[in-house]
């Protein structure tokens, strides 16, 4: 699990936009794994901007959402389906077909659940999954219980969601009681994850699912079994230890040596020891941070490049900042 802190809600969206960008540049028929509320908002609306800029093509790229409400119509301004077509999808080359959310209108739950998984088996694992963070530690809508469930499933949703939610309702009793949601056992077999969490009053839930024991109790911290998490949250602390400035590359710049250069200057700081890496920035860096985190193996862990890594004029700052691991 890899934690990335930034300082405030932008940093963030750009952070998270550009390594759902890295992603869908490597491999242009990536299958997103998508969620709604107001965390990832900021994000996709980077997203959107990358593509009117023209460095982005999702024509190839398939999204499937984490979780609809039970009785929602995706014409509903509430609905999920609504959500993402408003945020994202209408506003980018997406071939809707290939954008999939359980379907809430389905009344019989047992029949859009398994409608859901048949489609999710279908399509296989996310490439990326993205997720939020709720105020009770659920993701999707898999709320807090005695157990993980594997497959989608309909819930009924927690007092402190429907508190949570009804912000984004005209009231209260509008907000619905039940939801269809992808489970746990189909999250946990997306390939990455990328956790987004925004704001203070997510901080001591965010603890929990980082550092404490994996349970059912906060369906997050399920996420700590995960081989590639990355959390993004905000707050000003990152990597307050052990952090050392590095010259990356200079002049006129080229991926292949900026990989080459910055693990020869780490290596110099750090010799052969198993380091947290940690950089920031535009869709050419996110590529980057791939490629280096590829090309480095177990021995480095790349959380991110910044802009400022990979300035191209000359006298301009370029650094990263890293730590030894643990
Ligand atoms: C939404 C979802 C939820 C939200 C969570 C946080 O698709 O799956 O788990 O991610 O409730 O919501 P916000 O970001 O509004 O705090």
């Given amino acids: 699990m890899q934690i990335c802190k930034v300082k405030n809600y932008q940093e963030l969206s750009r952070k998270a936009a550009n390594l759902i960008a890295a992603q869908i540049i490597l491999k242009p028929d990536s299958i997103l794994g998508l969620a709604t509320g107001s965390s990832p908002v900021g994000t996709y609306e980077h997203l959107v901007e990358m ?20 009785g ?6 509430q609905s ?9 999808f209408h506003k980018i080359n997406i071939n809707h077909a290939n954008t ?26 996310a490439d990326i999954q993205i997720l939020g963070l709720g105020h009770d530690g659920h993701i999707g809508f898999n ?23 009804k912000r984004f309702f005209d009231s209260e009793k509008d907000v619905p009681k039940q939801a269809y949601t992808m489970g746990i056992g189909t999250i946990m077999r997306c390939r990455k994850i990328l956790v987004v969490v925004s704001g203070k009053d997510k901080a001591e839930i965010l603890k929990q699912v980082i550092q404490g024991p994996v349970t059912p109790e906060v369906p997050g911290s399920i996420l700590q079994f995960h081989p590639e998490v990355l959390h993004t949250k905000e707050g000003r602390k990152m990597l307050s230890n052990f952090v050392y400035n590095i010259c990356g590359c200079s002049g006129d710049w080229k991926i292949d040596s900026f990989v080459e250069e910055s693990i020869k200057n780490i290596r110099e ?19 980057a941070a ?7 193996g177990n021995q480095l862990t790349c959380v991110f490049v910044d802009h400022g890594l990979l300035r191209k004029n000359e006298g301009d700052e370029v650094e990263a900042v890293f730590r030894p691991e643990g």
């Avoid at 999920?80 to 994202?88: A, D, E």
């Avoid at 469930?149 to 508190?163: G, K, R, Y």
């Avoid at 750090?270 to 535009?282: D, R």
Wanted: glycine share 8%; proline share 4%.
């Fill in 51 to 70: 593509y009117e800029n023209g460095d982005l093509d999702f024509s190839q790229v398939t999204t499937v959402n984490l979780d609809e409400y039970k």
């Fill in 269 to 287: 700081k750090v010799g052969n020891g198993k380091v947290l890496c940690a950089l920031s920035g535009g869709v050419d860096s996110s590529v």
């Fill in 290 to 296: 791939v490629l280096l985190s590829k090309a480095v």
């Fill in 143 to 165: 709320e807090p219980s005695d157990h993980f469930e594997n497959e989608t499933h309909c819930v009924d949703l927690t007092e402190t969601t429907i508190q949570a939610n």
């Fill in 80 to 88: 999920y389906r609504y959500f993402m077509n408003t945020h994202l």
């Fill in 100 to 125: 999939y959310v359980p379907n809430g209108t389905e009344p019989d739950a047992e029949k859009a659940c398994q409608a859901y998984n048949e489609l999710l088996h279908k399509i296989g694992p």
């Fill in 72 to 77: 929602l119509a995706g014409s509903d301004e």
